[in-house]
């Protein structure tokens, strides 16, 4: 059974820094392209960023919004994903998602083409 399962955030102050992290099991890891993305009160979910799998180059992309500021890495031999934001500012609060994808790289932007999805976490940044 796939499970994806997110931990970290909680309340930051804005300008602070925190690290989500995502412990994804029963798939292969490798195979996939991981995803975060997040809502906000009232918005839809949008795309925070990408990491490729590495058969697909390892590439990681950001939303304008964070670039900069927020950094996806992955542990491939431990099917992790992470996301590093800092510079924190009151409008990065959102429930944040990690999401798993086996689509061509084409559509990795795309949240309709992620298969997987974590239960999400709360960050919330105080202004």
């Known amino acids: 059974q796939v499970h994806l399962a997110e931990s970290g955030g909680g309340l930051v102050q804005a300008g602070g820094s925190t690290r989500l992290s995502c412990a994804v099991s029963g798939l292969t890891f490798r195979n996939y392209h991981m995803g975060w993305f997040r809502q906000a009160p009232g918005k839809d979910r949008e795309l925070v960023g990408t990491?490729?799998?590495?058969?697909?180059?390892?590439?990681?992309y950001y939303t304008e919004s964070v670039k900069g500021r927020f950094t996806i890495s992955r542990d491939n031999a431990n099917g992790m994903v992470y996301l590093e934001m800092n510079s924190l500012i009151p409008e990065d609060t959102a429930v944040y998602y990690c999401a798993a994808s086996t689509v061509a790289l084409s559509g990795i932007r795309q949240s309709e083409h992620y298969q997987h999805w974590g239960q999400g976490t709360q960050v919330t940044v105080s202004s």
């Open positions: 990491s490729s799998r590495p058969g697909s180059g390892g590439r990681v």
